[in-house]
């Protein structure tokens, strides 16, 4: 089975601080990606990754960066943490399969964060 | 960009049949995802649509139409453990990424 590990199930942060999220998947997948979930929102994709070292903006990258420096993990950073940027954070992997398709993401248990 | 449209919620009964629809509007439709989110846990994959037509997985099927932008999930037999949010999702290939409905809040009743 496909497992996919956020580093933190909770975390609490003060505004303004740095905040990192960790991701690791044990598959050998791909691609990575960063959402965040909201009621009545819902999952809204704030980046991505499909190789090392690649990165792409998603539908609200602001105030977000990532890093991915090994193919296995994917960080999500938070320059200066916001109160709204409080939410539910799922990190999710897939792989190519053959003529371009993408296998079903699978995610993470979520952190959720909040900053005060 | 991405249009997806979804009821907010629904109730059935236990033992009964429930469909759940899911139009939408996107650029570069490669094929649609269902997944099924419980309370306070990450979603999970229910299933996957390419070409038009269903798709059957035991209790659940997944029925797509490309031309009309439309899709939905059929939960047969439905249990208790069915209640949960089921989030419609399209793919778009050259992206790379899914596009996720606001999901639909399933409440199963006795």
């Known amino acids: 089975d496909v497992k996919v590990t956020q580093s933190s199930r909770y975390l609490v942060k003060r505004t303004g601080e740095k905040v990192f999220l960790e991701c690791v998947q044990d598959m050998d997948h791909e691609n990575m990606f960063w959402y965040r979930q909201d009621p009545g929102l819902g999952l809204r994709l704030i980046y991505f990754?499909?190789?090392?070292?690649?990165?792409e903006k998603g539908d609200i990258p602001e105030g977000y960066s990532v890093s991915r420096e090994k193919k296995e993990r994917f960080s999500l950073i938070l320059e200066s943490a916001s109160t709204n940027q409080t939410s539910m954070y799922l990190c999710a992997s897939s792989f190519i399969t053959g003529g371009g398709y993408n296998s079903p993401l699978h995610f993470g248990n979520g952190t959720r964060l909040t900053v005060t | 960009g991405q249009n997806i449209d979804q009821p907010t919620e629904m109730t059935a009964t236990e033992g009964a049949i429930v469909q759940i629809n899911c139009t939408y509007q996107t650029s570069g439709f490669n094929g649609l995802f269902w997944y099924q989110q419980h309370a306070g846990e990450a979603p999970t994959f229910l299933s996957y649509n390419v070409l038009d037509g269903l798709e059957e997985k035991g209790r659940f099927s997944s029925f797509l139409s490309r031309s009309k932008g439309y899709s939905y999930l059929l939960l047969k037999e439905l249990q208790m453990k069915d209640s949960a949010s089921y989030l419609c999702a399209p793919f778009t290939g050259g992206g790379n990424k899914l596009t996720f409905g606001t999901g639909t809040q399933l409440k199963v009743e006795l």
């Open positions: 990754s499909y190789d090392v070292k690649m990165k």
